[in-house]
């Protein structure tokens, strides 16, 4: 029994060899290569966004390699597809609007001859790129212009933002690029800086790796909010583990929600205001030394989060976003990523005010929010955005303030890693907070 599986085996294996050298001769050119294939024979086309997908019948000869189609724009630029002699269709993108264009199908042999190109008109659907622009919303943010738009097709698109504004007597006109094959995306053009009566004209496009171009939206005339950092001279935080704040006639409230424990190891919680970043080694954080809520340590069976930043503003104001800064801890020469966007910095968190009102009398969860990781950048690029600090508005859909508070508070969920999932999150470098004093 056991020597018949052998052989029927052995058979197997032979015929596998075999099948494979045969199939190797199929990339092996010769003579009769200089003779092209015969045409494939179109069938059909079926219309995409932007493209159009081509059915053919496959040309019958054993020296066929792929099946090829081409198109020619109005600018004079030709744009090659392939397939493998496997498929009967081939998917043509790159289309700008919804005209009719020719499309060219060939075959091609081994030692790449093309057959006779047959001519093909097509009328492709709507493309990416008005797709993209028309879906466009433009939303005034705090020194900045919020735009969010759909993609449903994910190709990869670029959005131009161009915006004037008058700045102290100059003319000002910039250009930002957005690049994005997202389902849906949010981007800021930031540094808006204008007065709060200050006219900004924005216009936005679309374009797409093929050249085209969408139609200009002009949205016209918007005045961006306005807000100012917060002053940290004034601010504190209460004691670990102290449930507690002052309220404005001066009572004490228990909030039921614990401060943190951030004086552990290294850290301090007066890092987290002293307006210096931690760069490399210089250990400018606080460290919670794994005690989430509890604080019990993570030593002893406690979890490392969720923690609490409970701040006193030390004075009132409506509240409009954040910037934190997250610990780095890397070379001396400040050029690798170190933690940026990983293990022991948070990622996932919420954001909360503390409404006086007799009627509330609590903390009001304004949003629930992750720090994008960046991908496909450097080392150095990396250390340079954790530098810069990663902005979070209050209210991300609809930018705006909260209500008059003087405590704001920040819940830790969980790190970057494992999809914001990891529960390693135990520092910060520097919060900002951003807002406007209340009348």
Same mark, same amino acid.
């Given at each position: 029994m056991k020597t018949k599986i052998y052989n029927f085996l052995l058979i197997v294996i032979v015929l596998g060899i075999s099948a494979a050298c045969k199939e190797e001769v199929r990339y092996i050119s010769s003579a009769e290569d200089r003779t092209p294939t015969s045409a494939p024979t179109f069938v059909d086309y079926e219309p995409l966004y932007g493209g159009a997908r081509l059915f053919y019948i496959i040309p019958p000869e054993e020296n066929l390699i792929s099946v090829n189609a081409e198109y020619t724009n109005e600018r004079g630029e030709t744009y090659f597809f392939s397939s493998?002699?496997?498929?009967?269709?081939?998917? =043509?993108?790159?289309?700008?609007?919804? *005209?009719?264009? $020719? &499309?060219y199908l060939y075959g091609v042999n081994r030692a790449g001859v093309e057959s006779a190109k047959v001519p093909v008109a097509v009328t492709p659907l709507e493309p990416a790129i008005s797709?993209?622009?028309?879906?466009?919303?433009?939303?005034?943010?705090?020194?900045?212009?919020?735009?969010?738009?759909?993609?449903?097709?994910?190709?990869?698109?670029?959005?131009?933002?161009?915006?004037?504004?008058?700045?102290?007597?100059?003319?000002?006109?910039?250009?930002?690029?957005?690049?994005?094959g997202s389902l849906t995306d949010r981007r800021f053009v930031e540094n808006v800086n204008t007065g709060p009566t200050t006219p900004v004209a924005v216009?936005?496009? =679309?374009?797409?790796?093929?050249?085209? *171009?969408?139609? $200009? &939206?002009?949205?016209?005339?918007?005045?961006?909010?306005?807000?100012e950092p917060l002053d940290k001279s004034i601010m504190s935080f209460p004691d670990a583990a102290d449930r507690t704040i002052t309220l404005r006639d001066g009572t004490?409230?228990?909030?039921?929600?614990?401060?943190?424990?951030?004086?552990?190891?290294?850290?301090?919680?007066?890092?987290?205001?002293?307006?210096?970043?931690?760069?490399?080694?210089?250990?400018?954080?606080?460290h919670t030394g794994g005690m989430g809520h509890d604080g019990t340590p993570q030593a002893s069976g406690g979890r490392n989060v969720p923690?609490?930043?409970?701040?006193?503003?030390?004075?009132?104001?409506e509240l409009s976003r954040i910037?934190?800064?997250? *610990?780095?801890?890397?070379?001396?020469?400040?050029?690798n990523r170190g933690q940026y966007y990983q293990d022991e910095n948070c990622g996932y968190f919420r954001l909360y005010y503390f409404d006086e009102d007799p009627d509330v009398m609590d903390w009001v969860e304004t949003s629930e929010q992750r720090i994008p990781i960046p991908v496909g950048i450097s080392p150095l690029e990396f250390v340079l955005l954790g530098e810069a600090g990663d902005m979070s508005y209050m209210f991300p859909e609809e930018p705006q303030y909260t209500k008059v508070t003087r405590w704001f508070r920040y819940e830790c969920l969980a790190s970057f890693n494992t999809n914001y999932t990891s529960t390693n999150a135990n520092c910060m470098s520097e919060l900002t907070v951003y807002g406007r004093k209340a009348e």
């Amino acid at each position: 029994m056991k020597t018949k599986i052998y052989n029927f085996l052995l058979i197997v294996i032979v015929l596998g060899i075999s099948a494979a050298c045969k199939e190797e001769v199929r990339y092996i050119s010769s003579a009769e290569d200089r003779t092209p294939t015969s045409a494939p024979t179109f069938v059909d086309y079926e219309p995409l966004y932007g493209g159009a997908r081509l059915f053919y019948i496959i040309p019958p000869e054993e020296n066929l390699i792929s099946v090829n189609a081409e198109y020619t724009n109005e600018r004079g630029e030709t744009y090659f597809f392939s397939s493998t002699f496997y498929n009967d269709s081939i998917d =043509v993108i790159g289309f700008g609007d919804e *005209r009719e264009y $020719t &499309v060219y199908l060939y075959g091609v042999n081994r030692a790449g001859v093309e057959s006779a190109k047959v001519p093909v008109a097509v009328t492709p659907l709507e493309p990416a790129i008005s797709r993209v622009a028309n879906s466009i919303v433009l939303k005034e943010g705090f020194s900045s212009i919020l735009l969010e738009w759909e993609n449903e097709l994910e190709q990869v698109v670029n959005v131009f933002a161009s915006y004037q504004y008058n700045d102290n007597g100059a003319e000002r006109d910039l250009v930002q690029v957005f690049s994005s094959g997202s389902l849906t995306d949010r981007r800021f053009v930031e540094n808006v800086n204008t007065g709060p009566t200050t006219p900004v004209a924005v216009q936005v496009w =679309v374009q797409d790796r093929f050249g085209n *171009r969408s139609e $200009t &939206v002009d949205f016209g005339q918007i005045f961006v909010l306005h807000d100012e950092p917060l002053d940290k001279s004034i601010m504190s935080f209460p004691d670990a583990a102290d449930r507690t704040i002052t309220l404005r006639d001066g009572t004490v409230h228990n909030t039921g929600v614990p401060a943190m424990h951030g004086n552990h190891l290294e850290g301090r919680m007066s890092k987290l205001i002293d307006g210096i970043i931690c760069r490399h080694n210089n250990l400018n954080f606080f460290h919670t030394g794994g005690m989430g809520h509890d604080g019990t340590p993570q030593a002893s069976g406690g979890r490392n989060v969720p923690w609490n930043i409970i701040m006193d503003l030390g004075d009132y104001y409506e509240l409009s976003r954040i910037v934190t800064v997250q *610990r780095h801890s890397g070379n001396a020469e400040n050029n690798n990523r170190g933690q940026y966007y990983q293990d022991e910095n948070c990622g996932y968190f919420r954001l909360y005010y503390f409404d006086e009102d007799p009627d509330v009398m609590d903390w009001v969860e304004t949003s629930e929010q992750r720090i994008p990781i960046p991908v496909g950048i450097s080392p150095l690029e990396f250390v340079l955005l954790g530098e810069a600090g990663d902005m979070s508005y209050m209210f991300p859909e609809e930018p705006q303030y909260t209500k008059v508070t003087r405590w704001f508070r920040y819940e830790c969920l969980a790190s970057f890693n494992t999809n914001y999932t990891s529960t390693n999150a135990n520092c910060m470098s520097e919060l900002t907070v951003y807002g406007r004093k209340a009348e």
